[in-house]
């Protein structure tokens, strides 16, 4: 299994979420928010400041044009001062279409990013799912160790990703959760008996066997007179190497002298495999026939087939088993966490997404599955972590860390 699944439907959850329980009946949200899930809103002074650290990162560096809907009047401004690359400088209605073009991208990145970290704090403490602050400070200073080579360029990161400290321990909190529920989620599954993996060796015992193989010198050609001559000069003492280097028509074994190695059976043509496989070791043997030409060949080595045991496969199996069975876990458990947090999901009406009970019918992409809000993308700007429990490694090894966004003095994905 791999540390990203990248079918999940659920995106990144890394936001630091002030929310403010509002006062609100049914399915209303609250002046002043933009979202409600459950009894959690999530405040419009969120939505602006994941907003502007969103534009931070896509501006790379640069100055963050943070669109400003509906006239966007401060994104044209900023936009008709910057260099044009083009002949002609853009019209305001061009710049307004830009501003609202990155605004909608923008929002639907930033909600699905809101949304989904409450999804994912409401489901930690639904299991009882905790972190502490230690485990979240060491979780980063480790990460910036790998990242950074000084406290100064995670200092000019921060300040170009428009994030405070307080933003990335969030992250990396949340990055916390998606693994400790991840381990919740899955734990069960881990448990294989002896008995299921005697099942399993006994139903796929040809999986565990290597069948006999053989390396040979070969001479291809099209015809049989041109392969009894190349007989005749190998059974006169030249070398398959030369003798190949002139009469053989296949390229591959050519270029390496006439060598064809680790040939198993049933893998070549049929009347080759057969005479292959009945051909005594060391014994010059052709013309065969196949549908590629006539070959003359020699045996130079008999790798015996082979049968692993239960004992030798015992591991392989056990570690197939808990990974398929912790896959189907959660894979179940994605389906049924998305559905069930959608349906508790109440968007305002300027800031519905495919998140929300009350979002558009028809599929919308509002970003990566495993990140790119806030940022979009930006390379300059980290994508939060996991939204919601990923597919534990086989191995058992820890999880990508979670603020990742590149090598460029970035915290890793």
């Excluded at 200073?141 to 000019?156: G, I, L, V």
């Excluded at 994508?383 to 590149?406: D, H, L, R, V």
Aim: hydrophobic share 30%; net charge positive.
């Amino acid at each position: 299994m791999t540390h990203s699944l990248s079918k999940l439907a659920l995106a990144a959850a890394t936001a630091s979420i002030g929310a403010a329980l509002v006062a609100g009946c049914g399915n209303d949200v609250p002046a002043g928010s933009v979202a409600k899930v459950g009894d959690e809103t999530i405040t419009k002074k969120d939505f602006d400041k994941w907003l502007t650290t969103a534009a931070s990162g896509q501006s790379q560096g640069g100055p963050a044009v943070v669109p400003d809907p509906p006239s966007y009047e401060r994104c044209v401004s900023a936009k008709g001062k910057q260099p044009s690359q083009s002949r002609s400088k853009p019209s305001e209605a061009q710049l307004k279409k830009q501003c609202k073009q990155e605004y909608d991208q923008l929002k639907g990145q930033v909600m699905q990013f809101l949304i989904q970290s409450a999804w994912v704090q409401q489901e930690a403490d639904a299991r009882g799912v905790k972190v502490s602050n230690a485990e979240v400070k060491r979780s980063l200073e480790d990460q910036k160790k790998q990242a950074f080579p000084n406290e100064k360029a995670y200092k000019k990161f921060l300040a170009s990703s428009g994030m405070s400290e307080e933003d990335i321990l969030f992250r990396v909190k949340l990055d916390q959760l998606q693994q400790k529920l991840t381990q919740k989620v899955t734990e069960d599954e881990a448990k294989v008996s002896d008995a299921d993996i005697r099942q399993y060796y006994e139903k796929n015992k040809t999986r565990f066997a290597q069948p006999e193989r053989r390396d040979l010198d070969v001479v291809l050609t099209k015809t049989k007179a041109k392969a009894e001559q190349a007989k005749r000069a190998l059974d006169e003492g030249q070398s398959f190497k030369s003798v190949a280097k002139k009469y053989s028509i296949d390229s591959a074994s050519k270029s390496q002298g006439g060598k064809l190695p680790d040939v198993a059976k049933g893998q070549q043509e049929k009347s080759l495999d057969k005479a292959v496989f009945a051909a005594k070791k060391g014994k010059l043997s052709g013309p065969v026939k196949t549908q590629f030409g006539w070959y003359v060949f020699e045996v130079t080595k008999v790798k015996k087939a082979t049968q692993q045991s239960l004992g030798q496969a015992r591991e392989t199996i056990r570690n197939l088993l808990r990974s398929r069975r912790q896959q189907k876990a959660l894979d179940s458990f994605i389906k049924n966490f998305r559905e069930d947090y959608k349906d508790k999901t109440v968007c305002a009406e300027d800031y519905r997404i495919a998140e929300c009970k009350n979002g558009p019918k028809e599929k919308t992409n509002t970003g990566p599955a495993s990140g790119g809000a806030p940022g979009g993308g930006a390379p300059q700007q980290p994508p939060p972590s996991g939204g919601a429990p990923q597919a534990p490694p086989s191995g058992g090894g820890s999880q990508p860390p979670p603020s990742g966004g590149g090598s460029q003095g970035q915290p890793s994905p």
